[in-house]
């Protein structure tokens, strides 16, 4: 998830946009870091749920787990 990302969330969620440019400024922000941390729990509850699937179907549940963890690093 990119920051123009978060950012264009949270303006859709009602935040002003002079709050956006303060809150999720690039550099030191909580709500981005925030954010990332909020993301990256649920890009792995997503791919605990390919595990679980995997141990009882084909390699693809595997994969798509590897390729949700992967989103995060990009």
């Known amino acids: 998830m990119t920051i123009d990302e978060i950012i264009h ?9 002079w709050l956006c440019e303060d809150w999720f400024h690039p550099f030191d922000s909580f ?4 954010a990332y941390q909020i993301a990256a729990a649920e890009r ?6 390919c595990d679980e699937m995997h141990s009882n179907a084909e390699d693809s549940c595997g994969k798509a787990a590897a390729a949700i963890r992967a989103r995060g690093h990009g």
């Open 31 to 34: 709500a981005l870091k925030f």
């Open 9 to 17: 969330m949270a303006k859709e969620a009602g935040m002003p946009d």
């Open 44 to 49: 792995e509850a997503c791919a605990k749920l």
